[in-house]
T-cell receptor, first 113, second 110 residues
Framework: QQQVKQSPQSLIVQKGGISIINCAYE??????FPWYQQFPGKGPALLIA?????SEKKEGRFTISFNKSAKQFSLHIMDSQPGDSATYFCAARGSGSARQLTFGSGTQLTVLP | NAGVTQTPKFRVLKTGQSMTLLCAQDMNHEYMYWYRQDPGMGLRLIHY???????AKGEVPDGYNVSRLKKQNFLLGLESAAPSQTSVYFC?????????FGPGTRLTVT
């Protein structure tokens, strides 16, 4: 059962453009929504995260928009750079004792120079 | 401070062989996790541990066993490898804010 659905699977953007990746979740018990960035041959690394009581969070060129009623959240990368080319995963954290993360299927972003 | 380390980085097994993947963290984290990453499927949780001596099943535990004898180490075992276990395996440990991932182990089962 895929509890976090992510789209698109791949995305190609020109340098300077805006990259948008979308995620939708089903479980209303999720209480924390991080985005991870993964470069080839490396492990995922936390990029930015948001809690459901906030509708938007911005860190530099990266912004999360969160719509609690629609159970959707998205990552916006402004002024996309070739160095942003990576795989991006959204995730949602459960409220149980293990605080498990459920990941989306990933988006491979390519920023053309 | 090395963070989360994993050994080995690569391994090729024949069907039916066994092996153990080692994860070590030096951040004194209580929580540790093992994931597998397959194309188009994101990361799926295999097993996790909330402290030394405790383990629990995740989303895809079949065919794997784990042990957490020391707080800093979390071992993932495959007793009888199958081609379906060909994957990239990631270990992670958790602080209150985030999970820190190791560099991964690429396992191929032929």
């Amino acid at each position: 059962q895929q509890q976090v659905k992510q789209s698109p699977q791949s995305l190609i953007v020109q340098k300077g453009g805006i990259s948008i990746i979308n995620c939708a979740y089903e479980n209303t018990a999720f209480d924390y929504f991080p985005w991870y960035q993964q470069f080839p041959g490396k492990g995922p690394a936390l990029l930015i995260a948001i809690r459901p009581d906030v509708s938007e969070k911005k860190e530099g060129r990266f912004t999360i928009s969160f719509n609690k009623s629609a159970k959707q959240f998205s990552l916006h990368i402004m002024d996309s750079q070739p160095g942003d080319s990576a795989t991006y995963f959204c995730a949602a954290r459960g409220s149980g004792s293990a605080r498990q993360l459920t990941f989306g299927s990933g988006t491979q972003l390519t920023v053309l120079p | 401070n090395a963070g989360v380390t994993q050994t080995p980085k690569f391994r090729v097994l024949k069907t039916g062989q066994s092996m153990t993947l080692l994860c070590a963290q030096d951040m004194n984290h209580e929580y540790m996790y093992w994931y597998r990453q397959d194309p188009g499927m994101g990361l799926r949780l295999i097993h996790y541990s909330v402290g030394e001596g405790t383990t629990a099943k995740g989303e895809v535990p079949d065919g794997y066993n784990v042990s957490r004898l020391k707080k800093q180490n979390f071992l993932l075992g495959l007793e009888s490898a199958a081609p379906s276990q060909t994957s990239v395996y990631f270990c992670a440990s958790r602080s209150p804010r985030e999970q820190y991932f190791g560099p991964g182990t690429r396992l191929t089962v032929t």
